[in-house]
């Protein structure tokens, strides 16, 4: 069966330190790759999303950057944090469209 | 682009019947998902159509209609577990991954 690792599940960064949260899913291959953010009483935020090894798509303009630099791996990235950085990430993987998206368990990133 | 509208709050009593309605418009369609979200916890699947009319699971059951761009998902004999944050999200058509647009829940209270 399939499974989907994410990590860390909180994290407390300063403003203006880097950021590195990532996704590994097993039992699958070529998955497609989501991370999703959702601030506090908001829906959720497609951020980018993968369809193989190296491609990304962003979906929104920001401080944020994703990479895939295996075929089960999602990483998503930033330089610098912002205050409104803040919020739970979660990262989702499908095979097929019409196939439900499936989540990790989500890192709750606070910026201080 | 994409609008999904759904009540922000309901309440119920334990044991009955809830009914949690979903709007949507966007461009193309290709399927609408039901996730349940509980505090603190990534979304997990709940249901899926694509196709007019009720699919039915258990204790819950969701209805499409495309021509009216209108789902709801039915919870019956609910359970005080069942208090939690309901998703509706929408598969538009195009644009390649399987991207789903979420709208912002349905927080749904359950009582005794």
């Known amino acids: 069966s399939q499974t989907i690792h994410q990590w860390p599940a909180t994290l407390v960064q300063p403003v203006g330190s880097p950021l590195s949260l990532e996704c590994t899913v097993e039992g699958t291959s070529n998955p497609n790759l989501y991370w999703y953010r959702q601030a506090a009483g908001r829906g959720l935020q497609l951020l980018f999303y993968?369809?193989?090894?190296?491609?990304i798509s962003s979906e929104v303009p920001q401080n944020l950057s994703a990479s895939r630099p295996q075929d089960r791996q999602f990483i998503l990235s930033s330089k610098k944090l912002l205050l409104s950085d803040s919020g739970f990430y979660l990262c989702a993987w499908t095979i097929t469209v019409g196939s439900p998206l499936h989540f990790g368990n989500g890192t709750r990133l606070t910026v201080t | 682009g994409q609008n999904i509208d759904q009540p922000t709050e309901m309440t119920a009593t334990e044991g009955a019947i809830v009914q949690i309605n979903c709007t949507y418009q966007t461009s193309g369609f290709n399927g609408l998902f039901w996730y349940q979200q509980h505090a603190g916890e990534a979304p997990t699947f709940l249901s899926y159509?694509?196709?007019?009319g009720l699919e039915e699971k258990g204790r819950f059951s969701s209805f499409l209609s495309r021509s009216k761009g209108y789902s709801y998902l039915l919870l019956k004999e609910l359970q005080m577990k069942d208090s939690a944050s309901y998703l509706c999200?929408?598969?538009?058509?195009?644009?390649?991954?399987?991207?789903?647009?979420f709208g912002t829940g349905t927080q749904l209270k359950v009582e005794l």
């Open positions: 999200a929408v598969n538009p058509r195009g644009g390649g991954g399987n991207k789903l647009t």
């Open positions: 993968s369809v193989g090894i190296g491609q």
């Open positions: 159509n694509v196709l007019d």
